[in-house]
């Protein structure tokens, strides 16, 4: 893939794809590209914050409501966890259990454990369970055999 960055100040930010033909890797990028600086709205303590998704640890649904978790906050948004997945991109954002989304590239260590489910440790050191009905989604999913 050839990438090249042209300075134009008259423009403003544009970006163009040129393929030989559209393939699922072609769309994805322009997926990734469109939500680039995407922000979901959430709320703490009364206020109001439009949250960058890159900060997003995992999200968390919780006798109905939905909550984001980053490395300093807690924030509840409006938004549903099927919306939510819907939304992100399905390569960093991966449904791990029935109530929870995780932030891939906020992992740094996976353990196996005896019941078949993963403990995923995530950043700022929480520990998630990968429920073992996503376990074979997610080894695919970052190229791991067995």
Not at 106 to 121: M, Q, S
Not at 133 to 143: A, E, H, P, S
């Amino acid at each position: 893939m050839k990438v090249t960055i042209k300075n134009d100040i008259d423009s403003g930010t544009a970006v163009e794809i040129h393929c030989r033909e559209v393939t699922s890797e072609t769309e994805r990028l322009a997926r990734y590209i469109g939500r680039f600086d995407e922000r979901i709205t959430a709320t703490s303590k009364g206020q109001t914050y439009n949250i960058p998704v890159e900060e997003i640890l995992y999200i968390e649904s919780v006798d109905k409501k939905t909550f984001l978790y980053t490395s300093g906050n807690i924030l509840q948004t409006e938004k549903r966890l099927y919306e939510l997945e819907e939304l992100l991109d399905e390569k960093t954002f991966f449904r791990c259990s029935k109530s929870v989304i995780v932030n891939l590239n906020k992992i740094t260590k996976l353990k196996p454990e005896v019941t078949r489910n993963i403990l995923a440790t995530l950043a700022n050191g929480e520990v998630i369970v990968i429920s073992r009905r996503y376990v074979r989604q997610l080894k695919d999913l970052i190229g791991l055999d067995g």
